[in-house]
């Protein structure tokens, strides 16, 4: 059984700094693309960053491009999502999700994402 387990949220003042990590446990992380999507009080889930298997290629939601950064360890079974110059709508909990299929790209659609961790959550005070 495939486990999803995200740490590192918290309060951060805005133009502040987190980094989130995903473990993963239970199946072949190596081979599987990762993704990171947030949700906000009364807004629906949102993509915010995915990663290739391999981790050579990476995309992000335009609201975070340049400030977030998405990367893996596979030796350690773990993704994170390094956070910068943080903005009070970055406020949400975030997910970390595995995409449904191995060894396929990492796409933006929550959809293609069959396992999803609890969430962490991150507030950023202005």
């Known amino acids: 059984q495939v486990q999803l387990v995200e740490s590192g949220g918290g309060l951060v003042q805005a133009g502040g700094s987190l980094r989130l990590s995903c473990a993963a446990s239970?199946?072949?992380?190596?081979?599987?693309?990762m993704g990171w999507f947030r949700q906000a009080p009364g807004k629906e889930r949102e993509y915010v960053a995915a990663?290739?298997?391999?981790?050579?290629?990476?995309t992000y939601a335009d609201s975070v491009k340049g400030r977030f950064t998405i990367s893996r360890d596979n030796a350690k079974n773990t993704v994170y999502l390094q956070m910068n110059s943080l903005k009070a709508e970055d406020t949400a909990v975030y997910y970390c999700?595995?995409?449904?299929?191995?060894?396929?790209?990492?796409?933006?659609?929550?959809?293609?994402?069959?396992?999803w961790g609890q969430g962490t959550q991150v507030t950023v005070s202005s």
């Open positions: 239970g199946g072949t992380f190596r081979l599987f693309a």
């Open positions: 999700a595995r995409r449904r299929n191995a060894m396929i790209a990492p796409t933006t659609r929550s959809r293609d994402y069959d396992y």
């Open positions: 990663l290739s298997y391999t981790g050579g290629t990476t």
